[in-house]
């Protein structure tokens, strides 16, 4: 019996649970871990009068059942990962619940919290940007360096997709 109690405590010890305040780490692949800043939302809906109604009301249920705030903002925080950690593995972490396809070039997110591609129009969809910037690759293939700054966001219209807006 005390054996088994021992057991237990090892294995709670050795949960992926980080002490409250500080971000957790998650395993991609062996290296020295990064600190990214990621921030997912939609704020974009909320904002742009072209956005069709479906993605509105989608929005309008995230605030009421508190799976985003006011803004439209998902999360925000910083994120603890190992060096190698690809922005896809950053979104992942945020522990939001992420519908994907996978091809060829890598993941292709589909919805965030059940906000998703087409909702908000015909080019509406979720893209990410790095540093400001939409990268030439699937979020699945970009690694990411210590200190970057990850946004996924909502796309209403096309020019969303260029870069970020202030």
């Known amino acids: 019996m005390l054996l ?10 050795c949960s992926g649970t980080a002490p409250p305040g500080e971000p957790e780490v998650t395993e991609t692949e062996a290296g ?8 997912v939302d939609c704020s974009l809906v909320l904002e742009k009068e072209k ?4 993605a509105k009301d989608v929005v309008d249920l995230l605030i009421a059942r508190g799976r985003c705030d006011r803004e439209g903002v998902f ?14 593995d950053a979104l992942q972490a945020t522990g939001l619940k992420v519908n994907y396809l996978d091809s060829s ?31 030439a690759v699937s979020s699945g293939l970009y690694q990411l360096a210590d200190g970057d700054q990850v946004r996924w966001r909502y796309s209403v219209e096309e020019a969303d997709t260029m870069g970020d807006s202030p």
Request: charged share 10%.
């Open 4 to 13: 088994l109690l021992a057991v237990l405590l090892f294995v709670a010890s």
């Open 51 to 54: 956005t069709k109604q479906n």
């Open 75 to 88: 999360f925000r925080g910083d994120l603890v990962l190992y060096a190698g950690a690809s922005a896809f």
């Open 105 to 135: 070039f890598g993941p292709f997110v589909q919805a965030i919290e059940g906000l998703g591609q087409g909702d908000g129009g015909g080019t509406s969809g979720w893209v990410y940007l790095v540093n400001g910037q939409a990268p």
């Open 32 to 39: 020295d871990p990064i600190r990214v800043e990621v921030s």
